[in-house]
Each structure stands twice: as structure tokens, then as C-alpha cells.
Nanobody
């Protein structure tokens, strides 16, 4: 059974940093793309970043480029999201997910999801 577990969320002041991690059990990220999404109250789930495991190729939403960095730890089979210069509008539940097929930017193209971790940025 595939299980994704996010960790590292919390409360931080604007301008601060957090590092999220996504760990998989019963599953290897090899040959897959792993994405991070976020969902704020009353809003749709939106793409944040993705990394293709084998190549290390990354994609980012325009809203986080230059502030967030997605990376992978091959030995630990984990994916991290380093978030710097956080803004109040980054407040959301952050999810990691395994891509299935199609565009990396659409959540409907991801087949496994974690439960999410809350990130709250105070002004």
C-alpha cells in the first residue's frame, strides 16, 4: 500500500523559512515525478513544484520561483520543499503527490496523495 507522509509544516512569520519533507512507504519514487501542491481555504488546489526523480528536472509555479526549491534525497527516498521568503499568501495545506500522466501542473494527473501539512505565515 502506497503511503505518502508530509512533515515540516508550522507557523512562521513573513520572511521566514520552512522545509517540508515527503516520505514514501511501500513505494519507490524511481521513474516518477513528485509534486507539491497547496490548498488555501476556499481555494482550489494549486501546483507549487515538481521534480522528476531520475533526471532531477524541476518545475515551479511562477508564484514561488526564486523562493522555493524542490529537491530529492535518493538514499532516503524523500522529496523536500525548501521555502524561503515566505509570504502570508503562502498559507495553505501543502500536499505531496505522485504524478501519473499528463501535465505536471494539474492535480487531476496525480494518483497518490499525502494527507498534507499546514503552513501558516503570519504578517
Amino acid at each position: 500500500q502506497v503511503q505518502l507522509v508530509e512533515s515540516g509544516g508550522g507557523l512562521v512569520q513573513a520572511g521566514g523559512s520552512l522545509r517540508l519533507s515527503c516520505a514514501a512507504s511501500g513505494f519507490s519514487f524511481t521513474f516518477y515525478t513528485v509534486g507539491w501542491f497547496r490548498q488555501a481555504p476556499g481555494k482550489e488546489r494549486e501546483f507549487v513544484a515538481a521534480i522528476t526523480w531520475n533526471s532531477g528536472r524541476t518545475n515551479y509555479a511562477d508564484s514561488v520561483k526564486g523562493r522555493f526549491t524542490i529537491s530529492r534525497d535518493i538514499a532516503k527516498n524523500t522529496v523536500s520543499l525548501q521555502m524561503n521568503s515566505l509570504k502570508p499568501e503562502d498559507t495553505a495545506v501543502y500536499y505531496c503527490a505522485i504524478h501519473g500522466s499528463g501535465s505536471y501542473y494539474s492535480p487531476i494527473n496525480y494518483k497518490y496523495w499525502g494527507q498534507g501539512t499546514q503552513v501558516t505565515v503570519s504578517s
